[in-house]
């Protein structure tokens, strides 16, 4: 996933012939609203992924520990918190979600930390998680979908140009993006893969 911002806009700029109403900000703000709406189409398709880990270690209930920084949901297939057997071979077994003042094994959230309950031995647990997507604030800020996707992004930016310009081309151009989405999505492999650790992107753009 290398395609930068520069990428794209120099795409723009030919297919648009001239963008020069378009300031450096205006162009980092649609391509962050671009990247953010692709980010969740792919990992409700396809949350493997995109999936984060953390371990806890834990021995005494109740149990405060903080998020990962980069914490955004355990709402997509394979995201929660699962026990590691004595063996230290991750499981299936995913811990419930409990509340304050429970004694049943379990957890439960509490602004950016987790609250593990009714867990008085020494146990190892797994988070798996969807982590944030940084904002594209530079023209080196890349995109989270695969590199054979430019159209795909040069579309939804001239969709964007056109709305904001309050052009009727923007219907057209709304209606190809659509299009080249829909296959995109189609195309996008699902889960059982083998993906590389997902890093945060642009996290330092």
């Known amino acids: 996933m290398t395609i930068t911002l520069q990428n ?3 795409r723009l700029a030919l297919r648009l012939k001239d963008i020069n109403d378009v300031s450096s900000t205006q162009m980092q703000n649609w391509a962050t609203d671009l990247n953010y709406f692709l980010y969740t189409e792919m ?3 396809d949350p493997e992924r995109f ?3 953390q371990s806890y270690t834990l021995s005494a209930s109740p149990s405060t520990q903080a998020l990962p920084a980069g914490f955004r949901d355990i709402g997509e297939s394979g995201t929660g918190f699962y026990y590691v057997n004595a063996q230290g071979q991750n499981t299936q077994q995913r811990l419930p979600m409990t509340s304050f003042g429970s004694s049943q094994a379990g957890y439960y959230i509490t602004g950016s930390n987790v609250v593990f309950t009714g867990i008085n031995v020494a146990t190892t647990i ?3 998680y969807i982590p944030t997507l940084a904002a594209i604030s530079s023209y080196s800020g890349t995109f989270c979908v695969p590199d054979e996707n430019a159209e795909l992004l040069e579309l939804g930016m001239v969709a964007r ?3 904001d310009e309050e052009d009727l081309q923007q219907i057209m151009a709304e209606q190809d993006f659509s299009r080249v989405l829909g296959i995109f999505l189609a195309k996008l ?4 893969h083998a993906y590389a650790p997902f890093t945060s992107i642009n996290s330092g753009a």
Do not use: E, N
């Open 8 to 10: 794209i806009s120099d």
């Open 43 to 45: 990992f409700a398709v």
């Open 51 to 53: 999936i984060s880990t």
């Open 126 to 128: 797994i988070l798996r």
């Open 161 to 163: 140009y056109y709305r």
């Open 189 to 192: 492999k699902r889960s059982p």
